[in-house]
């Protein structure tokens, strides 16, 4: 009884293959996933699982650089980075310490490294900067434009936050490089118009320091002042840095310590704040202890720093007992620097995204030097009905060709199925990966049915030439033959194809690897079982 | 009633240099249309959108009646090109980048077609500084793709005419709907970009098919030419019909890439079928009466 099976093992696998592609289109199982807050019906677009890419289902992609100026291979000459930073800010007319960061490369490997450092002021013009670097005094190899790595990521993180928090499903933010070494921003998110995902991209929030301490009176024993720090009072906002010796992460952060004549500058009365709500003492600093669900103090705790980002608590700090003594005796607000540690650096990086409330660690230049592209949903649906149109239009002209030409149903009927069977599959296989449809796509599908039915072509040509098929012999040495030159057509199709999966030529990659996809699975699968078939029928008579 | 039938060529009555003669006169004058475009326009081709940078509007109408009038008076800039789509009642409006200012281009364009009743649906800005990137890609990617496919050549066949047969036959496959292009006015785009590299693809396989026939198969030349003739010709007006059907209804929907796609793909092809079964075969009648005695 295993004798067909055998025999068929090549139809039977096509048969497994396409059933397979069948159960990842439609079963639920396969289905896309939702995005919080979104129902499976939101996610899922028709009756199959499939999903569309922005030009088949209406959206904005923008991809834009952020603006700004690195210095690498900068020798810090012992000095910590925000001391670097500030020292270059210095010689920039009209700067301020936010727009210059400064980074050791390989952060946590020891202090004497070589670092990089960014400005991010779109004033500053690169030879400004250049003299800058001079005038400050430190050793650099090169200026390049564009910010450096940590900014990027930051950059990232904080743009995911925001389509993560304006509940955008199958929004996406990545970096790409383009070919010349510069990086970009890459966003795309379904189903917004343009202006919208801009005004989304430069939104801001709110951010400030509360103190909460405890008091006997509240029914929760918790008593909060608000606005001891605005954002207006930090001076710098640092990346997320990683301890340079043990484990843990930090955020470096400076406050303004500067004031006009008879006020007290932001640190001074951030200092004193501080000393008055029991955060710090001449003792050491306090111990937090806050629970963020139920907003009130936990059990014996000290005094604690808040974070509040557009009115809600989102971190809470107590204070290392070396900053709380400098506090207590007046000296902190001559620097006005202290650091928010955190255990883990992934907890430092969102602190630091926090505390810019949504604000871009450097401007990203979408109407300068960007691209963006929209399209909505009517054009996206009907873009949609359209290359299916001309998708199915093309097959028939293959089909017409085909029959024309051999006037046999039994050689081209199984070669029509055969070449459909084969974009059935890969549909199957977008729907199981989850690879978003596009024109491009449909463009590749279009390809594979071309290419396909070329070496279909190719197979019953041979196999019928030199007069009849009797033995099953003389059909496979035939279909030996053939499968030389269809494994090497289908070689340089896919060396021909491979540059534009890895290059960044617009949607040009999807068009490639669907392409490619096609062929193996042509070459492997699809191409053998339809050998097999015209077997059957030429030689059993 | 009988099937099509591949009509059979009798190579003998033509010399090796007559049989040469028309593909190599195309190549040549289409390697003089690009050039003296590249003299004239600075570029080898039309350049799209995407190479030169610019903002390209799809604008529906809305109100019903003169849309093309009010597309020209609409917007402050002169619009570069107005293309209508008549299947679905759009028009494509390109702005090309102004060097001087780029700054908030497609906002204030958007803000003006709203302002004038027209509905956006769709906008595409692509900045100057990318579109050159995207140029040099391009480029860089054409020759990766063509120079892998010249070493997969000649390791899979592995002596010098035949090898180079091919490849010069898909060289010219690449320049000819490049040149047909400037002629008929068609920009370059990515999907051309797509589509040439299908091309490279595409047009070996029938001049693969050739080379195996007749060199490593037994028979007599002519009768393997006209073996691998019948199959070549039947595959490659096959993908002919399919793309020149595609580009027809991509046109009416008015979908660019695949409209541009079909067309670059079509006459490829064309230009392939002239190349292989003159070019390839003279070559390979050549190294196969006369080459090999060498």
């Known amino acids: ?541 | 009633m009988t099937a099509i039938e591949v009509p059979e060529v009798d190579y003998t009555e033509y010399s090796n240099r007559q049989l040469v003669l028309v593909p190599l006169a195309v190549l040549a004058l289409a390697v003089l249309v690009i050039g003296g475009w590249y003299a004239v326009t600075g570029a080898p081709a039309t350049l799209g959108l995407e190479f030169t940078g610019g903002v390209e509007l799809r604008v529906a109408d809305d109100a019903g009646g003169d849309v093309e009038e009010r597309i020209e008076t609409a917007f402050d800039r002169e619009p570069d090109s107005i293309r209508s789509i008549p299947a679905d009642d759009v028009y494509v409006v390109t702005f090309r980048a102004a060097a001087d200012d780029p700054e908030g281009l497609a906002s204030d364009l958007e803000s003006q077609a709203d302002a004038a009743g027209l509905s956006v649906e769709a906008i595409d800005q692509v900045s100057p500084s990318f579109a050159s990137d995207t140029a040099r890609t391009t480029i860089f990617g054409l020759a990766l793709a063509f120079l892998g496919m010249s070493v997969l050549v000649f390791a899979l066949f592995r002596t010098f005419v035949p090898s180079i047969a091919v490849v010069a036959s898909a060289f010219s496959d690449l320049v000819i709907p490049v040149a047909a292009m400037n002629l008929l006015g068609i920009e370059m785009t990515l999907g051309i970009v797509a589509a040439l590299l299908m091309i490279i693809g595409y047009s070996v396989d029938s001049d693969i098919l050739l080379n195996n026939s007749v060199l490593r198969r037994t028979g007599e030349f002519y009768e393997s030419v006209s073996r691998a003739m019948r199959t070549g010709v039947t595959m490659t007006v096959t993908s002919i019909a399919a793309m020149l059907v595609m580009a027809i209804v991509a046109t009416v929907f008015g979908v660019g890439l695949l409209r541009d796609i079909g067309i670059i793909l079509a006459i490829g092809l064309c230009a392939d079928l002239m190349n292989t079964y003159l070019l390839n075969v003279a070559l390979l009648r050549w190294y196969k009466f006369e080459g090999v005695k060498r």
């Open chain 1, 1 to 541: 009884m295993f004798e067909p099976i055998k025999e068929n093992w090549r139809v039977l696998l096509l048969v497994v293959v396409v059933l397979g592609a069948t159960v990842a289109l439609f079963a639920p199982q396969f289905a896309p996933e939702t995005a919080p807050g979104e129902s499976a019906e939101n996610a899922t677009q028709g009756i199959t699982n499939l999903q569309y890419g922005l030009d088949l289902a209406g959206g904005t992609r923008i991809r834009a650089p952020l603006l700004g100026y690195t210095a690498t291979g900068v020798d810090f000459a012992g000095e910590t980075p925000t001391q670097v930073a500030s020292d270059v800010a210095a010689e920039l007319e009209g700067v301020s310490t936010r727009e210059v960061d400064a980074v050791r490369d390989d952060e946590g490997t020891g202090s004497d490294g070589a670092g990089a450092v960014e400005v991010t002021d779109t004033s500053v013009s690169e030879s400004e900067f250049r003299a800058a670097m001079d005038a400050s005094g430190y050793a650099y190899d090169t200026i390049r434009s564009g910010v450096t790595q940590e900014t990027r990521d930051a950059a990232v993180e904080v743009i995911q936050g925001k389509i993560n928090e304006a509940g955008l499903s199958g929004g996406s933010v990545q970096q790409v490089q383009s070919i010349t070494g510069e990086y970009f921003i890459l966003v795309e998110v379904p189903g917004q118009g343009r202006q919208d995902v801009i005004d989304l991209l430069e939104e801001r929030g709110t951010v400030e320091i509360a103190i909460a301490y405890p008091d006997a009176d509240a029914s929760d024993g918790t008593a909060r002042t608000d606005g001891i720090l605005a954002q207006d009072d930090f001076e710098n906002i640092g990346t997320a840095s990683r301890r340079e010796a043990g484990s843990g992460a930090y955020v470096p952060v400076s406050v303004v310590n500067e004031a006009p004549e008879g006020q007290r500058s932001p640190a001074v009365q951030f200092q004193d704040a501080v000393v008055e709500y029991g955060v710090a003492s001449a003792s050491g600093g306090a111990r937090c202890n806050y629970d963020l669900e139920t907003n009130s103090l936990g059990e014996s705790s000290d005094s604690c720093l808040l974070l509040v980002v557009d009115g809600e608590v989102v971190n809470a700090f107590g204070m290392d007992d070396g900053l709380a003594r400098s506090m207590a005796s007046g000296g902190w607000a001559d620097s006005g620097n202290f650091r928010l540690t955190t255990t883990s650096f992934a907890d430092a990086q969102t602190i630091s995204i926090n505390l810019r409330a949504g604000a871009l660690p450097a401007e990203l230049d979408i109407s300068g030097q960007g691209t963006s592209s929209t399209i909505s949903a009517t054009q996206g649906e009907n873009f949609r009905l359209y290359s299916a149109i001309a998708g199915v239009f093309a097959v028939f002209a293959v089909a017409g060709v085909v029959f024309l030409r051999y006037r046999e149903p039994k050689v081209a009927l199984p070669m029509i199925v055969t070449a459909l069977a084969e974009v059935y599959a890969l549909l199957g296989f977008a729907a199981l990966v989850g690879y978003p449809l596009e024109l491009a796509v449909i463009a590749g599908f279009i390809a594979v049915v071309g290419t396909g039915v070329d070496d279909l072509v190719i197979i019953a040509d041979e196999v019928m030439s030199e007069g009849e098929v009797n033995s099953r012999t003389v059909f496979d040495s035939r279909f030996r033959r053939a499968f030389w030159v269809i494994g090497a057509a289908a070689a340089t199709t896919i060396v021909a194809m491979s540059p534009l999966m890895v290059l960044s030529l617009g949607d040009l990659s999807g068009f490639a690897i669907f392409t490619i996809l096609g062929v193996l699975i042509g070459v492997l699968i699809t191409r053998p079982a339809y050998g097999d078939i015209l077997r059957r029928l030429l030689t059993v008579r």
